[in-house]
C-alpha cells in the first residue's frame, strides 16, 4: 500500500504564500507522477500542477507564474509553492501520484485545507 501524506496547509492573507508539501510512502517501485489538485464544495476536483519523473511540470492556467511545483526525488517528495495567492484560490488541496507497483496505480492524499482570507 502506498500512502500520501500532505502538511503545509492554513490561512494566508490575499497576496502571501504558503507551501505544500506530500511525502509518498509505502512500497513501490518508482513514482511517475505527482501533482496537486484542489476542490470547493459543489464542483469538481481540478488539476492545480503536476510534474513527472522526467521533470517536466503542467499548470492550471490559473496559477500560472504564481505557484510552482518541484520534487525531492531521494525523499519522495512534492512541494506545491503558492505565491501571490487570491482568494479564489480558497480549496481544499489533494496530493496526487501515480506509482509504479504490481501494477500503475493512482493514490490520493487525505487533503489539506487552503484559506486565502483577510
Known amino acids: 500500500q502506498v500512502q500520501l501524506v500532505e502538511s503545509g496547509g492554513g490561512l494566508v492573507q490575499p497576496g502571501g504564500s504558503l507551501t505544500l508539501s506530500c511525502a509518498a510512502s509505502?512500497?513501490?517501485?518508482?513514482?511517475?507522477?505527482m501533482g496537486w489538485y484542489r476542490q470547493v464544495p459543489e464542483k469538481e476536483r481540478e488539476l492545480v500542477a503536476r510534474?513527472?519523473?522526467?521533470?517536466?511540470?503542467n499548470y492550471a492556467d490559473s496559477v500560472k507564474g504564481r505557484f510552482t511545483i518541484s520534487t525531492d526525488n531521494a525523499k519522495n517528495t512534492v512541494f506545491l509553492q503558492m505565491n501571490s495567492m487570491k482568494p479564489e484560490d480558497t480549496a481544499m488541496y489533494y496530493c496526487?501520484?501515480?506509482?509504479?507497483?504490481?501494477?500503475?496505480?493512482?493514490?490520493w492524499g487525505q487533503g489539506t485545507q487552503v484559506t486565502v482570507s483577510s
Open positions: 510534474i513527472n519523473r522526467g521533470g517536466t511540470t
Open positions: 509505502g512500497f513501490f517501485s518508482s513514482i511517475n507522477v
Open positions: 496526487h501520484a501515480r506509482v509504479q507497483t504490481h501494477t500503475m496505480s493512482s493514490y
